[in-house]
């Protein structure tokens, strides 16, 4: 039963993870107006799907740090009441956070979630190093390193647009947005959605515009890609106790309900992430998501647990930092999220644990 239970709630975690998570590597295709809501959606699923199956192969090393071992003593890790409540304390404040729009991070919301249900459990025992070293720099450092990076390398494509004499133009969109995308930007977004901007000019004989486009998708997928790949060993790695289950199987569940979770309920995290950070044309889109394929890449394979939502976000403000079209107050919004994450997700979690533990 309490197997059934742990399989259950680490469902849950997926499903909301899905629905924050999936659409925010295809943003920026649909924030640019490269393609409409539905095939970016489509697109960021079929590449997470496709990063959480590659995880079977390369990403043991998260599924290990985020089962709690070295975090909390292997003697406590036993009791199934505390992968319950890691799951349940997690995907209950993804999901909420979903609800209101607001991208999070469930990297950070499982890490709160094991610090809560862990330090319930165990008290001091908890390993406060293990949480600082392995688990909190990477989340703290990389929003700001996308932001940087997104900057250097967004200054040195415009000169390089400038040398090869591709200018841009901006045009009216004949066709209207469709009812189902809900295009309603910040207030301080300056260009209308009915206008886009586009490149003018040639590379070796073919269309700037259309090498652009290509790119952009590849590296639209390479971010969804990557997401899966680091995201779905992190929620597996609550699955360890459940012993009917091979690590293949845990990934492949995890990835199906990942992608549901995304066609089901992803819209208004969609939105925040494609119309309210800033203003995006389609080269600033593939730059951010550039820095952000770069990022979670490296991480994946390093296996540190960085979130895809510090990431893209970051690379996404840094465009807007260079455009000069970000929205601030936003950003302050979602910050003020990423600091609320942790203390929730732990408060959560404890109470849970300190319920489930009298029960099972």
């Keep these: 039963m309490t197997e059934i239970i742990i399989i259950l709630a680490a469902c849950f975690l997926a499903f909301s993870n899905g629905a924050n998570d999936n659409f925010k590597g295809v943003s920026t295709l649909f924030g640019s107006g490269t393609t409409n809501f539905k095939s970016a959606l489509n697109w960021g699923t079929i590449t997470t799907l496709a990063g959480c199956i590659f995880a079977v192969f390369i990403a043991q090393g998260l599924m290990k740090n985020f089962s709690g071992k070295g ?12 992968a319950i409540a890691v799951a349940l ?24 979630a094991l610090v809560g ?18 688990f909190l720099k990477p989340l703290l450092l990389s929003p700001f390193i996308a932001c940087a990076s997104a900057i250097i390398l967004y200054i040195i494509f415009r000169q390089l647009r400038l040398l090869l004499k591709i200018d841009k133009q901006t045009h009216l969109v004949v066709d209207a947005p469709s009812a189902d995308s809900n295009n309603i930007m910040a207030p301080g977004i300056s260009l209308s959605n ?24 590849i590296s639209a997928g390479a971010v969804g890609f990557a997401r899966g790949m680091n995201d ?3 929620i597996a790695g609550l699955l360890l106790l459940v012993n009917f289950l091979s690590v293949p199987w845990m990934l492949i569940m995890i990835a199906v309900i990942m992608a549901v979770g995304g066609l089901l309920n992803s819209k208004k995290v969609a939105q925040t992430m494609s119309k309210k950070i800033t203003y995006m044309n389609p080269g600033q889109g593939f730059t951010s998501n550039l820095i952000t394929a770069i990022l979670v890449w ?3 394979a390093s296996g540190l647990p960085v979130s895809t939502t510090h990431v893209s ?28 994450t942790l203390p929730i997700a732990a408060i959560l979690s404890g109470i849970i644990f300190f319920i489930t533990s009298n029960i099972i």
């Design 232 to 234: 779905a060993p992190k």
């Design 313 to 340: 976000v970051g690379g996404i403000f840094g465009i807007g930092v260079v455009n000069k079209k970000a929205d601030y107050k936003m950003i302050g919004k979602i910050a003020g999220s990423w600091v609320l």
């Design 89 to 112: 304390g997690a995907a209950s404040t993804v999901f909420l956070a979903t609800k209101i729009g607001i991208p999070i991070s469930t990297t950070h919301a499982i890490v709160g």
């Design 194 to 217: 009915n206008y886009r901007e586009s490149y003018n000019g040639k590379i070796i004989g073919f269309s700037a515009q259309k090498i652009l486009d290509g790119l952009h998708y």
């Design 117 to 134: 249900a862990g330090f319930v459990s165990v008290g001091n025992a908890l390993n406060f190093n293990q949480l600082g070293e392995v």
């Design 71 to 82: 975090l909390i003593p292997d003697e406590a890790l036993k009791d199934p009441s505390l």
């Design 298 to 300: 490296t991480a994946s």
